[in-house]
């Protein structure tokens, strides 16, 4: 199973890699939208973690780019906030975001929301 | 052990770089640059810093941040203006920020009621009162705010989730709470924005099913006849049975929770709950793609239907119809298997490619010390190829000969590897200046030139206390007031210029400003009523300028609390000249100062030549050497002093006998013996006169003070290809010396 995450902050980053290859995951990583849109034009995923706020594309443009594509419709994506306002995390939603993570995750509800979301 | 301790130090390096960069934003904006662009950058970096210290549960951080990034959520769309008074704020908030980052590092705690007072503030222009009017009421108000809004609710499965507020429209709103047991009878219909936005209905099944006993059964009701069928229509929707012990309304609302207002739901709690369920369970989920007899359908079993798609409709599937399971996109297990088949196919291990990487500096400087060791052996290996061995063994030579080359790669290599740009002290400068024109009421600006300069990172650690000193002068006793400069027929505000530029194997950064330059009248009076110089004693403009480095000096009439302690400039050059470098001052009235650091690019290797004094190898850094002379061809004289002095090109140039200077005897005839040209600080020479020029190399400098002790006129010491010790000559030191000599 492969994780393409998507995060400006290094430290997020490095805690999504540990927890999700400590759970069998192969995980990319993508420093903002941009990036990661270019992962996905190259890469075979199985889930997207993504961060909202981050310099060149934030999440919510990288998820609708991302659905426009029409390449990965049915990929399922999780958007990372701390956000606990409702309106983040619905245009993320609205821009075709599967779900949601609210920071700060513990490793074993990171692996339970994935798993609510992948085959 | 300890993963958490390593991305703990990933945090706290993210953060300095974080807190560096809303320094950087705040000082455009400042500067008048309010785009979106700054404002989300700095949104950014507290948002990042929230998000890293919530993992960590660093929680009064977390707190601050919190409230702080609010303000500024409100600031980037517009509902809080980014007035003067608001960046003040900001400024002050990203100093406590500093100070909680800080705080957490160290294991500190500030205690609750620390920034209580910002945070108070931050909540009344969220709430749209206006600055300062907020009152005394610093207490813990915000606190309680914060819990109930960054409580993460939404992943936390426990039962006690169940009391967290749903939004108004929520459609589980009216659900009950309590945790009811038994018979749950669920409709479930999905929107296509369910399907839009990848959400799956078997997934969501699958995790009722954990809950408890499942029955699923598909509507198929609504499906139309072939002719008028939608490849993306939704003609699907479910009604479940749950049969759970420990099952609650809101435990079920949860696993919807992805999908909610994306699909039409209800919950139903079963009167009679423990009547088994009238239909026939089915606990395999695969059960969903096996239909039910559609006895109220138009007619057409879902086999029929699915049979007829196949042979009728190639090209596209029944799009979303929700009994397929996203049978629209390229079917996701064939995809799977796909990508499976290219992992195995050898691309496995096709990563993002990794831009950098952070390496412990430890590890970075044994590599740089034993690349100086190398240095070393390669140089004693040239050493020792005399005529006889170099005309029998060429090919040796040559070895040697590309050694050296690779050695010198090597060596800028790993230097390359530690250089940094300037830039993260210049940083952090503009905050400086800022709090020191408010607290002196003067409206300064600061240019900065050459940020991208790099520089040995040892080098660049030093650097920051000697600048703040530097330009802590130039905004205290540089710069004049607006009143001052108005009457001078000067712009109101003054600058500074703090550029940074590459000049051979040196750096030179330069404090420039436009204020009233030295005032050398009152210098030279300071330094003659504490005898620094004696009462008739004549000094050149230059040499006064240069008194403001001698510990103790200080012309501030009241002592400041931003500089004038008279600790400043002598900190500076003992600070300066620690790391190899040196500092001059050229001041003109009335137009301002400029004082430049000279810095080598790397504190490890120096190029020098090599000299003899009686008996003993010592090394000139060749950066300061203008030129060699021999004796026999110099033209010495005497000062009227008595000094004895060296005539080149017209202009006397003090003359330093290096016998002399260290005692040291068995010197050759005068006539034999050479002078070594120096260039030192300000663009004053001194002669060094010794007693043979050995030749050019590089050395790694070995500190002396470390292992020994600080001597005068020596820099450091080091060791020679041969295995001997040499000094190395401080012609700065010596120079400075001589100034004293005469002084005293």
Redesign the interface.
């Known amino acids: 199973m492969r994780v393409l995450t998507v995060d400006d902050s290094r430290t997020i980053l490095a805690m999504l890699h540990h927890t999700l290859s400590n759970a069998g995951f192969e995980v990319l990583q993508a420093e903002d939208g941009q990036k990661g849109l270019d992962v996905l034009a190259t890469e075979a995923v199985d889930v997207v973690i993504t961060d909202i706020n981050m310099p060149v594309m934030d999440g919510i443009e990288f998820i609708k780019n991302v659905r426009a594509s029409g390449q990965h419709n049915s990929l399922p994506i999780l958007i990372l906030t701390t956000e606990t306002s409702q309106d983040k995390r619905d245009q993320g939603r609205a821009a075709g975001g599967t779900g949601w993570i609210v920071k700060p995750f513990d490793p074993e509800k990171l692996i339970s929301v994935i798993n609510r979301v992948v085959h | 052990m300890s993963?958490l301790d390593?991305?703990k130090a990933?945090?706290f390096?993210?953060c300095s770089e974080l807190l560096g960069e809303l320094e950087e934003q705040f000082a455009a904006i400042e500067a008048g640059d309010r785009t979106a662009n700054r404002l989300?950058?700095v949104?950014?970096a507290v948002?990042?810093i929230?998000?890293?210290g919530?993992?960590?549960?660093f929680v009064e951080m977390v707190a601050f941040a919190h409230a702080y990034e609010t303000l500024l959520d409100h600031v980037r769309d517009g509902r809080i203006e980014l007035s003067d008074p608001v960046t003040v704020l900001c400024i002050r908030a990203n100093d406590l920020l500093a100070d909680f980052v800080k705080a957490a590092r160290t294991g500190a705690s500030l205690g609750p009621g620390y920034g209580a007072d910002e945070r108070a503030q931050f909540d009344a222009l969220t709430r749209g009162e206006p600055i300062g009017s907020h009152g005394g009421d610093a207490g813990g108000a915000p606190m309680d705010e914060f819990d109930i809004?960054?409580?993460?609710?939404?992943?936390?499965?426990a039962p006690s989730a169940a009391a967290a507020p749903a939004?108004a429209e929520d459609s589980f709103a009216n659900l009950p709470l309590t945790a009811e047991r038994g018979h749950w009878e669920i409709h479930f219909a999905p929107h296509s924005e369910l399907?839009?936005?990848?959400?799956?209905p078997?997934?969501l099944f699958r995790?009722l099913g954990n809950l408890g006993e499942l029955t699923v059964t598909a509507k198929l009701g609504e499906i139309p006849p072939l002719a008028d069928f939608e490849p993306y229509g939704i003609y699907c929707s479910w009604e479940l049975t749950l049969v759970s012990p420990t099952a609650t309304a809101a435990s079920i609302a949860e696993v919807f929770?992805?999908v909610e207002?994306?699909c039409d739901l209800s919950i139903a709690l079963l009167a009679g709950a423990n009547n088994p369920p009238a239909e026939p369970t089915l606990d395999e989920l695969a059960a969903l793609v096996m239909p039910p007899v559609a006895d109220d359908g138009p007619g057409l079993s879902f086999a029929d239907l699915a049979e007829t798609l196949k042979t009728e409709a190639p090209v596209r599937a029944p799009a979303a119809a929700p009994i397929l399971l996203?049978p629209?996109?390229p079917a996701?297990?064939s995809?799977?298997e796909?990508?499976d088949a290219?992992r195995r196919g050898g691309e496995?291990d096709?990563?993002?490619a990794v831009q950098s990487i952070r390496v412990d500096l430890d590890k970075v400087d044994r590599v740089v010390n034993m690349v100086g060791e190398l240095v070393i052996t390669q140089s004693m290996l040239t050493q020792q190829m005399d005529d006889t061995l170099r005309a029998r063994y060429q090919e040796l030579v040559r070895g040697l000969e590309v050694l050296a080359q690779t050695t010198r790669g090597l060596q800028d290599a790993v230097m390359a590897i530690r250089a940094q740009p300037v830039k993260s002290v210049f940083s952090r400068m503009p905050r400086l200046v800022r709090d020191l024109a408010q607290k002196t009421g003067k409206k300064i600006k600061l240019e900065t030139i050459g940020e991208a300069t790099e520089i040995d990172k040892t080098v660049i650690e030093q650097l920051s206390d000697p600048l703040t000193h530097m330009i802590r002068n130039s905004c205290d006793h540089g710069i004049e007031t607006p009143e001052a400069r108005r009457a001078l027929g000067k712009p109101e505000i003054g600058t500074i210029r703090l550029s940074a530029e590459q000049a051979g194997g040196n750096i030179l950064i330069a404090v420039e400003d436009d204020g009233g330059g030295i005032n050398r009248d009152r210098v030279l009076q300071v330094a003659r009523d504490r005898l620094v110089i004696g009462p008739d004693q004549q000094l050149t403009e230059e040499q006064i300028d240069n008194l403001i480095f001698a510990p103790g000096f200080s012309t501030a009439t009241e002592v400041s609390d931003i500089s004038g302690r008279g600790v400043g400039m002598d900190v500076v050059l003992s600070n300066i000249k620690k790391i190899g470098g040196s500092v001059h001052v050229r001041s003109r009235t009335g137009q301002g100062t400029r004082m430049t650091l000279r810095l080598p690019l790397t504190l490890a290797v120096l190029d020098v030549m090599l000299v003899r004094v009686g008996p003993s190898p010592y090394v000139v850094p060749l950066s300061s050497i203008v030129e060699t002379i021999q004796c026999s061809r110099a033209d010495f004289g005497r000062a009227p002093s008595g000094a004895k002095v060296l005539r080149v090109r017209g202009e006397y140039v003090q003359v330093v006998d290096l016998a002399e200077r260290f005692e040291l005897t068995g010197g050759a005839e005068l006539a034999n013996r050479f002078v070594v040209l120096c260039e030192a600080e300000g663009g004053t020479k001194v002669a060094l006169v010794v007693d043979d020029i050995i030749g050019q190399q590089q050395v790694v400098i070995k500190s002396l003070e470390e292992n020994f002790e600080s001597i005068d006129g020596i820099a450091g010491g080091t060791i020679l290809g041969d295995g001997n010790v040499a000094l190395i000559v401080d012609v700065q030191g010596l120079k400075a010396q001589k100034l004293h000599k005469n002084a005293a």
């Open positions: 993963d390593d991305f990933t945090f390096d993210e989300n950058a949104f950014r948002h990042s929230k998000g890293g919530g993992a960590f549960g809004d960054f409580v993460p609710v939404m992943v936390d499965l939004p399907y839009s936005r990848a959400n799956d078997l997934l995790e929770e992805f207002g994306n996203r629209a996109e996701p297990m995809a799977a796909e990508s290219d496995a096709r990563r993002t």
